[in-house]
Structures are given as C-alpha cells and as structure tokens.
C-alpha cells in the first residue's frame, strides 16, 4: 500500500556528515562507533594507497578492515557478484570510497550484507553520496533503472582536501547536477509527485525544508561556483570550495531525494543512450538538461540567461556539440524516446517524444546563441 497521502511528508538523510580537510584519517575512529570490522569498497585509482593506510589505521585503533576494489560499470550482474564477496565477510560496517559508480555499488553491498552504509566520495563529481538509491546501467553505459533501500548511508565522510585534488572537471559537474535540484524540486512541487523517502511503497510529499535546501542549493552554487573551481584549480581548500562541496553533495543530494528528479535528467538520462554518452559526465549532461528543462518550462529570459552564462564560465556544457551529440533528427529521436523512461511524468504537464525533440532542439538553440554572444 502506498505511504502517499495528501497531507502526509516525508524526510529521509544520513544520520551523520562530516566535512573538512583531512578527515579520512579519521575513519576508522568513527567507523568504529558502528563496529569493529568494517569492509572497503574503493575505485582502483586508490585501491594500493588506500588499502595500505586504512588496515594500518583500522589496526591502530582496534579493528580490522578488508578492501575490495570495483572496477566496471554498476550493472544487475556487477553488484550481484561484489555483493556475494561483501556477505561472505560479514562486516559491521560496508564503506563506499570513491566515485558515483563506486558509492553506489558498495551501498548494494552494505545492503545486502545488512550491514552498516558508510560513504566516502573522493570527488564532489554527484549527490550520490548521501541518497538511499544506486543508479543501475546496462552494460553499454545506457541508464536502466535505479534500486532503492530502506535506509540512507548512515554516515558519510568528506575529505574536502581530496575533493581539491581529484579532477576538476568532476568538482564542476557536479555543480551541473546541483544546479538542477531545485527546479527540479519546483516541477515536483507543481505536479505534487511523490518523492523518494521509501520509494517502492510510494514516497511521500516534500518537506518545506527540502524545498528550502534546494534554493539554498542553487545560490550556493551560482554564488561561489567559479570561486570553488579556482581554488581546485590551485588544489587548495577555501571556505567557497567547502560550500560548493557541500552544496553538490549535501544539500543537492537531500534535494534531490527528497523533492524528486524531473526533466533536466530527463534529458541526461535520454543521451545516455547515445554512443557518444559515454564520452561525459552525469552532471555535464544534467546541466544541458537544464537549459532544456527551463526552456521546456518557459521561464523568464532572464533565469536563463543566469543559467547558462554561469555554466559558460565555470566550463559546463550549453550545446549538444559540447556533449559530442550532433544535432541529428536521429539523434533526437533516440533521446526523446529514451528520456521519456526518465522523469518527465514529474513535470506539470504532459510530455510526448516529440515535445521532447522539440524542447533538445530549442535548448541547443539558446546555448548556441550565448556561446556566441557572451
């Protein structure tokens, strides 16, 4: 039976987020809270390191750690086989360390190991880190569907002095995926669609507060975006790359969870269906989805204009070329229709595949024109 009543909402969160410089080394202090034995699920670029400094500092404070390292895309088959290892040890705690893909396949892991959900993103790249769902592909990188669980990560740690060093194409798409949790946030509000607090018994409706955190969301990133991205380029920690590092995963990932998705991952979901998907991150095809959201909508010019000029200056993309997609009747039907298994039903209004081709066509016009423009 479905949790969804008028008057009832629903919050879901982590239990714990701790951000600042330096604070992986104290994992295993606060792991430790949950239980003694604690498994690692890490992207290979730090699996060696890693691995060597957790089992010291697990040791140093009385308890064991295991590692295991993911590599591959988050396939049915993928996490099925890591998730088999991860019971056969039988932790306490199951840690996600590394990117989008990684968090999410050790999130199935502690599930289905009934064990506690620890995360720790190397990259502000998504807003995976806090949520209670995996995004699940098919094999060719194409998105497919997404699990949800019962229970948020309990506790989720950022290093904002690794957030500094790890690429800085991820720190700016993940402000692309943060840009768009709040007017995703008012398409749901408009179209009163449940939200994503225990989502297969039917979700509930927002929370003022979720609505609040993804304004907040957008300002923090429009405000110090560029700022943040200057001080990653430089690999150091300022207080505006704090606040964009929580804003893509905190505050975007409550926002998100909480409010819903609607047309501009609509949109990035649809061009994974392309071959030439593969070739750009979520948050960069999110950010197009945006404009195309917006255009969709018919906000004011001058929102847009906000919009795109900022994704210009911090390097996102604005056209379907910047995504390597040529602009294609082809192309466009195979987005329209794949889009359309996405989260179009959230907007206010009804969407059709050639609505959707009509809205990618008119969103590529208006990033063309500022591109040339501004």
Known sequence: MS???KTTRGWGSPSRYIQGPGEIDNLAKYTSLYGKKALAVIDPFFFDDLSAKLKRQYEENGAEIETLMFAGEVTEK???????KGRSLSPDVVIGIGGGKTLDTAKAVAAGANAVMAIVPTSASTDAPTSALSVIYKDNGEHSHAIFYDKNPEFVLVDSAIIAKAPIRFLVSGMGDALSTVFEARANQASDTANYIWFTHGGFRRCKSALAVSE??????IEKGFLAKMAAEKGIVTEAL?????ANTLMSGL???NTGCAGAHSVGDGITALPEGAKTLHGEKVAFGVI?????ENAPEEL??????????VGLPVTLEDLFVEETEENLRVIAK???????????FHVTEDMVVDIVKAGNAVGKYYKETV
Do not use: H, K
């Open 3 to 5: 949790y969804v009543m």
């Open 78 to 84: 993928n996490i099925a086989e890591i998730a088999e």
């Open 216 to 221: 907040l969301c957008y300002e923090t990133v």
């Open 242 to 246: 704090e606040d964009v590092i929580e």
């Open 255 to 257: 926002g998100f969870e």
């Open 292 to 296: 195309c959201q917006l255009v969709a």
């Open 304 to 313: 847009i204009e906000e919009v795109v000029t900022f994704c210009l200056r």
């Open 338 to 348: 794949a889009s359309l298994n996405s989260f179009w039903s959230a907007q206010p």
